[in-house]
């Protein structure tokens, strides 16, 4: 980090952030300008608090200049992260990672219906919600360990990675004793104990952004899991909430290029989530594609109008297989394989 010390300062000032910078174990180098000093404190400041720096008399500003998280920064690991979902399935490398299925596991025809359509189509990973954060208490919640068993069960017959979301510390390690990756969602992102609990089974993580949070907050929350000792994140955007009305959440796509810079974790999409709307999903898809995303997770349900949950913003088997065929141009297109 750099101190920018305000005109005017004197010696005395200058000594007392040297001070602080040496009790906090940092070295210090200190550059005298004709009209401003400048301080750098250099050492991994990461776990420093910088409040009493930045209160200090005649302290202007301090610049921070690594990112304040590790792990989960290009800084550490300049080469993007592969990351096995299972047998079958990895994200982050050459070919792009499709994760579909319904939003929640309802029944047993509709959870191996979908499943068996969406590995014909090519996904190689099926989602389902067998926990559901829902917003009234009083609407489905999901099927609990019985929605587990029937994800377990279309693994068994398709080979598909099942990705599925932990919404409690109690049930991580029995959401971990059925799934294959643990989905963060929206709403945990800053649940901090929980994405420590979850980066303890070792599974891979699905982490989604918080509707609220920054890319900042987003790749601290990827650092609390990675921090167990746990690499496997694939981080997840699904919209952000905005004024807008004509979609569900906003799906702000340049944070594919942010995370790119920022991090080595792979990103996925969710479109579904992120507009609200089928008919909006495709296009999405594509241009999530085209812009570098590694991976797509998108809802599919095999009779939308009937949906328990988030039906509106599902699209059907023949909807996706449709899909998967025009995404196969641009994913080319972009030096990727589908
Ligand atoms: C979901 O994937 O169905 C879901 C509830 O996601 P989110 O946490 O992004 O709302
Ligand atoms: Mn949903």
Redesign the pocket.
Known sequence: MIVVMRPGCRPKDVQHVVDLIQQMGLREHVSVGSDRTIIGAIGDKRHVDMTAIETAPMVDRVVPILAPYKMASREVEAHPSVISLGPHATVGGPQICLIAGP?SVEDETQLLTTAHAVREAGAVGL?G?AF??RTNPYDFQGLGEAGLKLLAKAREQTGLAVVT?VMSIDHVDMVASYADVL?I???NMHNFNLLMAAGRTGKPILL?RGWSATLNEFLLAAEYIMNEGNRNVVLCE?GIRTHERYVRNTLPLAIIPAVKRESHLPIVI?P??GTGHAYMVPAMCKAAIAAGADGL?I?VHPDPEHAL??GAQSITPAVFEELVGELRGIAGAVGRGL
Do not use: I, V
């Open positions: 939003c989602r919600g559901k954060p979301e989905q969602g929206t709403r989604k699904r969710d579904s989530q997770l809802e949950t988030d």
